[in-house]
C-alpha cells in the first residue's frame, strides 16, 4: 500500500481553517440532506409519479408546466407531461423513457433531498446501479392496474431485480408506492394483495419490516402525494401521504471520520469561473475537505490543490460525506484523471488492487458460477471485465457458517466467499469493514445481474 509524504492542511492559515465536523453538526440539525432514488418496472409511473410530486411541491414553474402539457397534448400523449419534469432531453422524450439519471433537488419540512430517477428500461440497470449507489432511501413504484402488477414482479420483471439491487447496494429504507391504484378503482383487496406479495419477498431478500411504508397513490392523479387523500374510496387506507413517509425518512449515517473518498464523475480543463486548474465534479463517499487542502487522486497518486469549490451549486468552503461536489483543483495535470477516479485524503489513498475475496449472494441465474467465470464488474460509475477466479466456501444465509469448502460451483440463492481477479487494470477498491460506500460490488454478465456482493479482503495491491 503506498505511503505518501503529504501535507494536507498545511497551506492554510490556522485562521482559515475550517472545523468540518462542528460545521456540520450545525448543518445537519438544520435540515439533513438525503439521496434518494426512485425504482421499479418501465412503465410503473415513476417518471409520473415523481413529476406530478415535484409540480405540486412547487418545485416546477407554472409556465414549464403549461409548456409541457402543450408539447404532451401535440404528440398525443397528454399523461406525458408530468414525466416531463423529470426528463430533460429530447431523446428521452421521443422515445417516451428515463434514460440517464436526471437529478432534482427539493425539500420537505423536515429534510432536504437530492432525487436520483432510475430509469426502468432493462438495459439502464447498470446506470441505475451507479444512482443507487449513492442513495440512502428508494421509492419503488409498483403498478396495481390488472397483470401489470404480476407482469414486472415475475420472472423477466423488474421489481424484483431492482428491490434486490436496491438492497446490495446498501439501501435500507424503502417506500412501496403502490401507483395506479386509480385503475383498480382504489381497491382495498387489490392494496393488501401486491402489499403481502411484496412484503414478504422484501423481507426475504434483507428489508427490515419495520423500514417499509407501503402507501396507495395515483401519479396521475395526484391522490396521496403530497396531502393525505379525502377521496371517499380510500376510506379504508389510515396511513401518510408519500411526502409525509419521505420526509420521515431516518436521516443517513455519514462516514464523516472516515479519509476523503470522492468519486469523480466528471472532469475538464479550466477551473470553475474560467480561473485556471482543473474542474473536477463528484460525490462524496466519506471524509471530508476544505478549501486550500491537498488530496490525492488514485489510480495514478497525482497531488493537487483545492482553489475552489461548489456543494449543490453553491460556493463553499468545505464539503463533507454525501455532498456532490465541483471543484477547482490546482498544481495537478489533467492527465492523471481518468473516469471512476477517487479524490483521497492525500496521506490515505484508497487501495487499488486487481485481486480481492468478496462475499457474495447469488441472484436469480440459470448457469451455475464455476471457477473463470467472467462477469463484469460493477463499483460505483466503474465497469470493468473480470472473472470469478476461486470459489472459496459456501455459507449458511442466516449464521454465516461454512457449509462447503471450495465447491465445484455456485448455484442461484447462495451465500458463497469467492475470489475475484480484474482482467484488465487494477482499480480502486476498499474492505467493506474499511468503508461501507467503497466495499460494495455488483457483478453482471450478458446484461443481467448474477451476484452482488462485500469486499472482505484486498489480496493484492497495485497491478
Ligand atoms: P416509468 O417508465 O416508470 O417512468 O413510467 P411513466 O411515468 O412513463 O408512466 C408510464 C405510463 O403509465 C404513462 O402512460 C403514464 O401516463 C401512465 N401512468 C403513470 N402513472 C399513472 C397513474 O397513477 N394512473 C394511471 N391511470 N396511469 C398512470
Same mark, same amino acid.
Given at each position: ?71 404532451? !397534448? ?130 426475504? #431478500? ?83 475537505? !476544505? #478549501? ?18 461548489? #456543494? ?62 467472467? #462477469? ?88
Amino acid at each position: 500500500q503506498p505511503v505518501t509524504k503529504s501535507e494536507p492542511l498545511a497551506k492554510i492559515p490556522s485562521s482559515k481553517r475550517v472545523n468540518i465536523s462542528e460545521e456540520y453538526q450545525k448543518r445537519s440539525s438544520a435540515k439533513p440532506k438525503l439521496n434518494l432514488v426512485v425504482i421499479g418496472h418501465v412503465d410503473a409511473g415513476k417518471s409520473t409519479l415523481m413529476g406530478h410530486f415535484l409540480y405540486d411541491l412547487g418545485q416546477v414553474n407554472e409556465r414549464t408546466m403549461r409548456k409541457f402539457e402543450r408539447d404532451s !397534448q401535440k404528440i398525443g400523449k397528454g399523461s406525458f407531461a408530468y414525466a416531463w419534469v423529470l426528463d430533460e432531453t429530447g431523446e428521452e422524450r421521443d422515445r417516451g423513457i428515463t434514460m440517464d439519471i436526471a437529478t432534482n433537488h427539493f425539500e420537505t419540512e423536515h429534510k432536504s433531498f437530492t432525487l436520483l430517477d432510475a430509469p426502468g428500461h432493462r438495459d439502464f440497470i447498470p446506470n441505475m446501479i451507479s444512482g443507487t449507489a449513492q442513495a440512502d432511501a428508494a421509492i419503488l413504484v409498483v403498478d396495481a392496474s390488472t397483470n401489470a402488477f404480476e407482469a414486472g414482479f415475475d420472472a423477466g420483471g423488474q421489481t424484483k431485480e431492482h428491490a434486490v439491487l436496491a438492497r446490495s447496494l446498501g439501501v435500507q429504507q424503502l417506500i412501496i408506492a403502490i401507483n395506479k391504484l386509480d385503475m383498480a378503482l382504489w381497491s382495498q383487496s387489490r392494496f393488501d394483495e401486491i402489499q403481502t406479495k411484496l412484503k414478504s419477498y422484501l423481507v426475504h #431478500v434483507g428489508f427490515k419490516k419495520s423500514n417499509l411504508v407501503f402507501v396507495p397513490v395515483s401519479g396521475l392523479t395526484g391522490e396521496n402525494l403530497i396531502k393525505r387523500s379525502t377521496l371517499p374510496e380510500l376510506e379504508w387506507y389510515k396511513g401518510g401521504s408519500l411526502m409525509q413517509h419521505i420526509d420521515g425518512f431516518a436521516p443517513p449515517v455519514r462516514l464523516l471520520e472516515k479519509p476523503l473518498r470522492m468519486r469523480v464523475t466528471d472532469f475538464f480543463k479550466g477551473g470553475i469561473g474560467s480561473s485556471g486548474g482543473v474542474s473536477v465534479a463528484g460525490n462524496i463517499e466519506s471524509g471530508s475537505m !476544505q #478549501v486550500g487542502e491537498q488530496v490525492m487522486i488514485v489510480p495514478g497518486n497525482e497531488l493537487g490543490y483545492v482553489k475552489t469549490m461548489q #456543494v449543490n451549486e453553491e460556493p463553499a468552503n468545505w464539503a463533507a460525506a454525501g455532498d456532490s461536489v465541483l471543484m477547482t483543483l490546482v498544481n495537478l495535470d489533467i492527465m492523471n484523471l481518468s473516469n471512476g477516479c477517487l479524490v483521497c485524503t492525500a496521506s490515505k489513498p484508497v487501495p487499488v488492487t486487481s485481486t480481492f475475496e468478496a462475499q457474495i449472494v447469488v441472484f436469480d441465474i440459470r448457469i451455475p458460477i464455476t471457477p473463470g467465470y467472467p #462477469v463484469v464488474l460493477h463499483h460505483g460509475s466503474l465497469d470493468e471485465p473480470a472473472f470469478i477466479a476461486k470459489l472459496i466456501e459456501v455459507l449458511d444465509k442466516s449464521t454465516g457458517e461454512v457449509i462447503k469448502r471450495n465447491p465445484r460451483c455456485l448455484s442461484k440463492g447462495m451465500t458463497a466467499k469467492v475470489q475475484i481477479k480484474l482482467s484488465q487494470r487494477p482499480i480502486p477498491l476498499e474492505t467493506f469493514k474499511d468503508n461501507k460506500q467503497l466495499g460494495r460490488v455488483m457483478l453482471r454478465k450478458d446484461g443481467e445481474t448474477v451476484a452482488a456482493g462485500v469486499v472482505n479482503e484486498i489480496l493484492t495491491y497495485g497491478s
